[in-house]
């Protein structure tokens, strides 16, 4: 809705000839009127801006929450693998204190870059909106930063995985070979004992 334009107080009476300063009001009553009614404009795109992203953000925790949950359960599947193949290997440790030490290897794996997930939320600038948006934008940023913590792990893990299956491959075969040998040797002691 445009600005009323402001009205002269008082006009020029009839007898002022140069009616200029009458139309300079004028003129400048119609740009304020104008500038009131884009700042208006402005004022309410802003607000409904502002509750679009608050919104957004507070859509956006919960399905952030769910891929962490799927990561979390990649990370548990994970370590439960190379549990069972530290177990090949003679591990003596339970599940929790092998655990504890594999997240031990990961934090100080200084030379992992994560690929990332790719997720993200809308940014707010600052003094932009009212405070509810920030806290919903804090909030979305938390399970973000969650999201990738879990994701980087799994990612990791996986790494692990994969080289730690290659390895324990590479040692049962060393050993079915030597276990090979040995018997082949008894069996041609047999043999020629016999």
């Known amino acids: 809705?445009?600005?009323e334009v402001v009205e002269a107080a008082s006009p020029l009476p009839d007898f002022c000839v140069d009616r200029s300063a009458q139309e300079d009001f004028d003129a400048a009553a119609g740009e304020l009127a104008a500038e009131q009614t884009r700042r208006a404009y402005a004022e309410a795109q802003q607000v409904e801006l502002c509750g679009e992203l608050e919104d957004e953000l507070v859509a956006s925790v919960d399905p952030l929450d769910q891929l962490t949950a799927t990561q979390t359960d990649?990370?548990?599947l994970s370590l439960e693998k190379l549990y069972a193949i530290s177990l090949i290997t003679a591990n003596q440790q339970t599940l929790e204190e092998f655990s504890a030490d594999i997240q031990t290897a990961f934090d100080f794996d200084s030379s992992f870059v994560s690929t990332g997930t790719g997720a993200s939320v809308t940014d707010v600038p600052e003094g932009f909106c009212d405070?509810?948006?920030y806290d919903?934008?804090?909030a979305a940023q938390e399970a973000l930063a969650s999201l990738e913590e879990a994701a980087a792990y799994a990612e990791w893990l996986a790494a692990e995985e994969a080289a730690s299956s290659y390895n324990t491959k590479q040692l049962l075969d060393e050993e079915t070979a030597i276990i090979g040998g040995a018997t082949q040797t008894v069996l041609d002691d047999t043999a020629s004992a016999l």
């Open 1 to 3: 809705m445009p600005a």
């Open 74 to 76: 990649n990370v548990n």
């Open 131 to 133: 405070q509810s948006v």
């Open 136 to 138: 919903a934008l804090t």
